[in-house]
């Protein structure tokens, strides 16, 4: 993998943190402006150390392909829904403008958004579980969250969704 950009921006305000974070293509390493050069190397390699180990775990290779996914709903189904929800499909669509994913029962297909390839793996595996869930029950009546729920983040990832839809802008509710 290529070095990234980095801009470092010194803060004469910053006493003693030294923070990083992606602003596109360019990695972003704020630092205090008494630093001398060589703590500004030290820190810079070791923030680009930390943002690369965030950013390893946050990825799921369900994120990678659409046979991918279906792999993982599989793991899912297996695992929380006793082998019983099984889709034909389950694929990455380009974003939705007010759902995470949909389920067409009848023609056993999953779709979703691909708002979620970021997310991390548990918020993606509750949506997945959600999804699988109307292959088995239609609506969101108390059969279909008592399904929902054998998915022991639901309540987190529910609450992750709400953020990140409020916090963009979205208007994307939890019940698709």
């Known amino acids: 993998m290529a ?90 669509v380009p974003p939705m403008r007010t759902r995470w994913a949909s389920c067409t029962p009848a023609d056993g297909t999953i779709r979703v958004s691909e708002r979620l390839r970021e997310v991390p793996s548990w918020v993606l595996d509750y949506v997945l579980v959600h999804e699988l869930t109307h292959l088995l029950v239609p609506g969101h009546g108390p059969n279909f969250w008592k399904l929902v729920r054998d998915y022991p983040r639901t309540d987190r990832a529910v609450g992750y969704l709400e953020g990140l839809s409020a916090a963009a802008g979205w208007g994307i509710t939890e019940e698709d």
Request: contains cysteine; charged residues 35%.
């Open 3 to 92: 070095d990234p950009q980095v801009e470092v921006r010194r803060s004469r305000r910053r006493r003693r943190t030294v923070t990083a974070y992606r602003e596109g293509d360019t990695v972003i390493v704020l630092l205090p402006a008494q630093m001398t050069r060589a703590e500004e190397e030290h820190w810079v390699a070791e923030m680009l150390a930390r943002l690369q180990r965030s950013e390893t775990r946050r990825r799921s290779p369900a994120r990678t392909s659409d046979e991918a996914l279906l792999t993982r709903c599989a793991e899912l189904s297996a695992r929380h829904l006793g082998n019983r929800a099984v889709p034909k499909s389950v694929r990455w």
